[in-house]
Each structure stands twice: as C-alpha cells, then as structure tokens.
Antibody, heavy 122, light 107 residues
Framework: EVQLVESGGGLVQPGGSLRLSCAAS????????MDWVRQAPGKGLEWVGR??????????EYAASVKGRFTISRDDSKNSLYLQMNSLKTEDTAVYYC?????????????WGQGTLVTVSS | DIQMTQSPSSLSASVGDRVTITCRAS??????LNWYQQRPGKAPKLLIY???SLQSGVPSRFSGSGSGTDFTLTISSLQPEDFATYYC?????????FGQGTKVEIK
C-alpha cells in the first residue's frame, strides 16, 4: 500500500523554525517528484513547493509566499521528504500535507499524507 | 502566475441530482487539470487527472472534461458520500495553484 506519513508539526513562535518530515512507503520513492501543500484553518489548498528526483538533479521549486524561508529536501536512502521552515509567520499556520507527484512534470498529486498541523503563535 | 477560478463556491443539492462544477484558468493549460475531493477533517483525494482520466477506484459517476482554459467536473448522480469540497488544480506550470474550492452541501 502506498503511504505517506507526516510528522514534526506543533506550536512555534513567530520568527521560529520547524522541520517537517514525511515518511514514504509502498512505492519507489526515488523515482518521484514530491510536493508539499498546505491548508490554513478553514481555507483552501495552497501549493508550497516541490523537489524533483535525482534524474532531474533534485531541483526545487517554491511558492512566492515561502521562497527564501522554506527549504525542501529529500533523503532517498530513507524514503523521506523534509520541509525546513524558518522565519515563520502567523500566516504560515496550516495543516501541511506531503504528496507524491505522478505523471512527471505536469503530473497530479496522489496520494496525500494525513497532514501535520503547524501553529505559529506567540 | 496562472489563476484558477471555480464556480460556484458552494451549492446545495439532493441525493440523485446531477452536479456540475466549473474551473477556469487565466491562460491555456492544455489538459493539465486535476480534480480533488476533500471531506471534512480529511486529506484531499485525487478524483480526475489530466482533465478527463478517472483515478483508479473512483466511482464512474465522476467525470471530467475540458481543455485550454475551461474545465468541468460532473457528478452524474450525487450520493451521500459525495458531500464534500472539490478543488481543481493546474499542473501546467509553477506555481501549481488550486481553485478556491466548491463546497457541495445537502439540500
């Protein structure tokens, strides 16, 4: 069974840092692009960013709202995806989902993890 | 950036109704358009990819169509488990944005 499990969420003060992890299983992790998507409480879905696979030099892409503050990385040997979040703002409060990209560069998100809640508050 | 606009933002419908949700892109995205369903408190779930391909395991009452800038998601006969929020998403270019969502409620 293909599965994604996020961890690392919690309460952090504005300006602080947090690192989210996503453990993947049931598929060849190293073959796939992987993305992060977030959802603020009561709001819609917002794409955060992407890491491509080794064949594409692990290139990363980011939404303008997080560029320069967030860093996406991966460890294919551990089947794991990471989101390092620095200089956190109250508007970063959201459930963060990791998701596998199927279909290559113009692909779709399937499956999604269960999400981990990040709360940025003093 | 490509803007994705869904309509309506919400709708009320009865079990058995035919429901259509539209999604418009601010520029052509070919068929790089995907649809997701999100039930309350749950992660989104892929329904339709590449505008019209039904994800494995998704009931055939769901269908998608369109290309270029205009797309539709149709539920042919609404079932109780279909009451949820639906999002379109473009995968044509970065940033890979979503529509604002359409909440389907029970009439």
């Amino acid at each position: 069974e293909v599965q994604l499990v996020e961890s690392g969420g919690g309460l952090v003060q504005p300006g602080g840092s947090l690192r989210l992890s996503c453990a993947a299983s049931g598929f060849t992790f190293s073959d796939h692009y992987m993305d992060w998507v977030r959802q603020a409480p009561g709001k819609g879905l917002e794409w955060v960013g992407r890491t491509k696979n080794k064949a594409n030099s692990y290139t990363t892409e980011y939404a303008a709202s997080v560029k320069g503050r967030f860093t996406i990385s991966r460890d294919d040997s551990k089947n794991s995806l990471y989101l390092q979040m620095n200089s956190l703002k109250t508007e970063d409060t959201a459930v963060y989902y990791c998701t596998r990209v199927r279909g290559g560069a113009v692909g779709w998100f399937d499956p999604w993890g269960q999400g981990t809640l990040v709360t940025v508050s003093s | 950036d490509i803007q994705m606009t869904q309509s309506p933002s919400s709708l009320s419908a009865s079990v058995g109704d035919r429901v259509t949700i539209t999604c418009r892109a601010s520029q052509s995205i070919s068929t790089s358009l995907n649809w997701y369903q999100q039930r309350p408190g749950k992660a989104p779930k892929l329904l339709i990819y590449a505008a019209s391909s039904l994800q494995s395991g998704v009931p055939s009452r769901f269908s998608g169509s369109g290309s270029g800038t205009d797309f539709t998601l149709t539920i042919s006969s609404l079932q109780p488990e279909d009451f949820a929020t639906y999002y379109c998403q473009q995968s044509y270019s970065t940033p890979r944005g979503f529509g604002q969502g359409t909440k389907v409620e029970i009439k």
